[in-house]
């Protein structure tokens, strides 16, 4: 048996609790998603390079066509590649203050800035996420934390485990218990 080591930072002092969690490790995209990006690349280059040069200008049929593919590659390849680098480098850090709730979205030197009023937050939880099918049952593990916030669930913790995700959620109940599940 092996000792597992945490890979999220939880932080408490007297302003509050912080969580410094990375985004899941997927070993299968950091290898694929780069090799399909290799691939995918050259094709959208092409096309690029076509249009730069039409054969026929009164034939306008291939040519949106080729637009809308060409628009279409370029929102697949942004995406992929925010996939993979969230993959790759991405961290999610929460802060529970007294007087705000911060969720950050890093990706490298990209951040996402989310605030909650805390007044406003009500059930903090693991929740129970679903996974695909593995050998005719659903596979399902706790490694998402959520809140509820002005009529919408907040979900965040993606790379958390589940030990953490409890041990980060009793804390919080702990020090704050009206974000405690009602």
């Known amino acids: 048996m092996t000792n597992m080591v945490s890979r999220t930072r939880l932080h408490i002092d007297g302003d509050g609790i912080r969580a410094v969690i990375p985004a899941p490790r997927h070993a299968w995209m950091l ?19 076509e ?9 306008f049929g291939p040519l949106l066509f080729q637009l809308a593919w ?21 961290v999610e850090r929460i802060s529970f203050a007294p007087d705000h709730v911060a969720l950050v979205r890093e ?29 005719g049952r659903a596979e399902a593990e706790y490694c ?5 916030y002005r009529g919408r669930t907040v979900c965040f913790g993606s790379g958390i485990d589940e030990s953490d995700a409890f041990r980060l959620v009793h804390e919080i109940h702990t020090r704050a218990p009206r974000f405690a599940t009602l």
């Open 70 to 90: 060409l628009a279409m590659w370029v929102v697949g390849s942004l995406w992929l590649f925010g996939v993979l680098l969230w993959s790759a480098c991405g």
């Open 51 to 59: 249009l730069s040069w039409p054969q026929d200008a009164a034939d």
């Open 144 to 148: 998402k934390i959520a809140f509820d």
């Open 31 to 49: 290898f694929l998603l780069p090799l399909w990006l290799g691939g995918w690349l050259p094709a959208g280059w092409s096309v690029a390079g």
């Open 107 to 135: 990706i490298a030197c990209f951040k996402l800035y989310l605030l909650y009023r805390p007044a406003e937050i009500s059930a903090l939880r693991v929740c129970r996420s679903m996974h695909f099918a593995v050998a």
